[in-house]
T-cell receptor, first 112, second 115 residues
Framework: GQQLNQSPQSMFIQEGEDVSMNCTSSSIFNTWLWYKQDPGEGPVLLIALYKAGELTSNGRLTAQFGITRKDSFLNISASIPSDVGIYFCAGQPGGSQGNLIFGKGTKLSVKP | DTEVTQTPKHLVMGMTNKKSLKCEQHMGHRAMYWYKQKAKKPPELMFVYSYEKLSINESVPSRFSPECPNSSLLNLHLHALQPEDSALYLC??????????????FGPGTRLTVL
């Protein structure tokens, strides 16, 4: 089946540093979504991308839909302690209601 | 209202028990989903309901029985579960269709422990 490669698997950074993570796929997606999940909670949608090349920001977060439609990245600028959590990318192939393919997640730790 | 709610928050059950998980949304979404998530893993899709009809069953064992009584509610009936079924069960909802309609909004989950 389709798989997403998400990297890095984990990151340990200092407060104030910028963060970058990405997802790549062997097949094309029509939608890329980025979620953040805190322990014991459900994933929270951060950014949604729908067009190849699209660059979207949400506060300190910026995400891009790759031009080939097979990849996406998420940047977090000036990290703060509450950025700690697991970040998941999710892609959706065209014509597949509900079929979100999730990456394995990037665990972010921020040192104050 | 942009919230998906789930009850209970935590559930402990024996292998012979019958219990139900409940999910509710009032965003007018007509697609609802059940996911299972094990520790340190991404969510795994179990079921999809579209317009209150089951559209996807990802080969889930029959001890899990979904039900969508109306467009706002989604239940997951549990019977004769195994300890390996212990996990965080997540409900999500979205509109039906392509593009922005694909955005799935998740509830906080039910932490299930099977003894």
């Amino acid at each position: 089946g389709q798989q997403l490669n998400q990297s890095p698997q984990s990151m340990f950074i200092q407060e104030g540093e910028d963060v970058s993570m990405n997802c790549t796929s062997s097949s094309i997606f029509n939608t890329w979504l980025w979620y953040k999940q805190d322990p014991g909670e459900g994933p929270v949608l951060l950014i949604a991308l729908y067009k190849a090349g699209e660059l979207t920001s949400n506060g300190r977060l910026t995400a891009q839909f790759g031009i080939t439609r097979k990849d996406s990245f998420l940047n977090i600028s000036a990290s703060i302690p509450s950025d700690v959590g697991i970040y998941f990318c999710a892609g959706q192939p065209g014509g597949s209601q509900g079929n979100l393919i999730f990456g394995k997640g990037t665990k972010l730790s921020v040192k104050p | 209202d942009t919230e998906v709610t789930q009850t209970p928050k935590h559930l402990v059950m024996g292998m012979t028990n019958k219990k139900s998980l409940k999910c509710e949304q009032h965003m007018g979404h007509r697609a609802m989903y059940w996911y299972k998530q094990k520790a340190k893993k991404p969510p795994e899709l179990m079921f999809v309901y579209s317009y209150e009809k089951l559209s996807i069953n990802e080969s889930v064992p029959s001890r899990f029985s979904p039900e969508c009584p109306n467009s706002s509610l989604l239940n997951l009936h549990l019977h004769a579960l195994q300890p390996e079924d212990s996990a965080l069960y997540l409900c999500a909802s979205s509109q039906v269709g392509e593009g922005p309609r694909n955005e799935q909004f998740f509830g906080p989950g039910t932490r299930l422990t099977v003894l």
